[in-house]
């Protein structure tokens, strides 16, 4: 397929996404069972303009003054790949493409960007949420969402009861593997351009045979920030399909007692092919029906609290969820939360710790969060997360991108990874 008919096919699952609400990876698939005849390299270039188009909506409809899918994806093609207008105009009249650009099309794609665009144009934030960000960011906010609405890359966590980062170095050299920013364990490949596929690394056989997970360097930084060691008890009481359970499991070198437990069962089954590859045995999983029998194995060394949240941290990953997340959503996320601090402080010992993370940049989720639990429970004293950093991670600890002394707020645009937030307490004994 010519870009023509790519442009033309993006603009067909857009429409997909934005007028019949499917889910981005479900239009993406569809389209491709029913066009059978576009290959590999088209379906990846056709995914990568929907998903620029999706993570810079509000900025690309800005630039259109239209927020229709054909605005969206000949907007993504001049700001994210950088066509030039002549060449967009050039390339719509083609055989298969969208057909001619109307003379506004043509004024909208030429005139300049606007140097004084509110932050939820700016950054690319549901507007619902700008006061969010700006309490987070304050005058950096707006570039702390355009980071967060740029490509990821893929990253991989060496898993080192199997193996070592050089070896997944070397094995996965062809990818132009390097190493990660932040966790010793981090590899990672660079996101691709349009032409350029995907890397399908758990296509290969390092995967296969349990030498790493992918797992974004932030994720692995919050895993290092427990601070667990052989010989230690342990629960991820929101072990999910299990992606810091396996972290865990080889910080502690299979020594010591580990639970995973998560009240989603469909999110949980996938743990324990993982836990097999990855050559995990010191593991229990405890199926979400059967609360009881977690309460029954504390008290623990340290529970993790690896909570649901917005999963705004990961939007650059997943952005038509960005645009799906509602304030109830948020409510429901907050009740959950702390719920589940609470749980996880009853389950700790005395004189242990508990470790809370979201995928998140929200103070509501976050900081907010943190001081309302402080107060519920007295008992519960924060440990400076640079304290802990040392303690657990070693060397300097980076400077938290919403400007705490106690806990820490990993971002794309400060740090290079998804949107982290993590904060340690102590049970008093």
Not at 247 to 259: F, I, K, P, S, T
Not at 351 to 369: A, F, K, M, R, W
Request: aromatic share 6%.
């Amino acid at each position: 397929m010519r870009l023509a008919g790519r442009v033309s096919a993006a603009i067909d699952v857009l429409a997909a996404i934005l007028d019949r609400h499917r889910p981005a990876s479900e239009a993406l698939k569809d389209w491709g069972k029913a066009h059978r005849f576009a290959g590999s390299t088209d379906r990846h270039a056709i995914g990568t303009l929907v998903y620029d188009a999706l993570r810079r909506r509000n900025s690309l409809s800005s630039r259109m003054a239209a927020e229709t899918p054909r605005a969206l994806a000949l907007a993504g093609l001049r700001d994210v790949w950088t066509l030039s207008p002549d060449e967009i105009a050039a390339m719509a009249q083609e055989p298969h493409g969208p057909g001619a650009l109307t003379a506004a099309e043509l004024a909208a794609l030429q005139r300049p960007v606007p140097g004084d665009l509110p932050l939820h144009v700016a950054g690319d934030v549901p507007e619902w949420l700008a006061p969010s960000y700006a309490r987070a960011f304050g005058l950096r906010a707006a570039e702390e969402g355009a980071a967060l609405a740029s490509r990821a890359p893929v990253d991989l966590r060496v898993n080192t009861l199997k193996a070592t980062r050089p070896q997944v170095l070397e094995a996965l050299a062809r990818f132009g593997a390097v190493e990660g920013p932040f966790s010793p364990l981090a590899v990672r490949i660079a996101p691709p351009g349009p032409e350029t596929r995907n890397a399908n690394v758990e296509a290969e056989p390092a995967h296969g045979l349990g030498w790493y997970e992918v797992q974004d360097a932030g994720s692995q930084v919050a895993a290092l920030m427990s601070g667990v060691a052989p010989g230690m008890a342990v629960a991820d009481i929101c072990a999910g399909a299990g992606g810091k359970t396996l972290a865990l499991a080889a910080m502690m070198e299979n020594e010591g007692r580990l639970v995973a437990h998560d009240l989603d069962r469909f999110r949980l089954r996938p743990i324990f092919e993982r836990l097999t590859r990855a050559g995990v045995t010191n593991c229990e999983v405890i199926p979400a029906q059967d609360k009881g029998r977690l309460q029954a194995a504390a008290p623990f060394d340290c529970v993790v609290i690896d909570a649901p949240c917005s999963g705004s941290g990961s939007w650059r990953r997943k952005p038509d969820a960005k645009w799906r997340f509602t304030p109830k959503l948020l409510q429901q996320r907050l009740k959950e939360q702390a719920q589940l601090l609470d749980q996880g402080f009853g389950l700790a010992r005395p004189g242990g710790t508990i470790l809370y993370i979201t995928c998140s940049v929200l103070p509501e989720e976050n900081t907010d969060q943190v001081a309302a639990f402080l107060k519920r429970q007295p008992a519960a004293e924060i440990i400076p997360y640079r304290e802990q950093w040392a303690r657990a991670v070693g060397g300097d600890a980076p400077v938290s991108a919403d400007q705490s002394q106690e806990t820490l707020l990993l971002t794309p645009a400060r740090h290079g990874t998804d949107g982290f937030f993590v904060a340690v307490f102590r049970k008093s004994a």
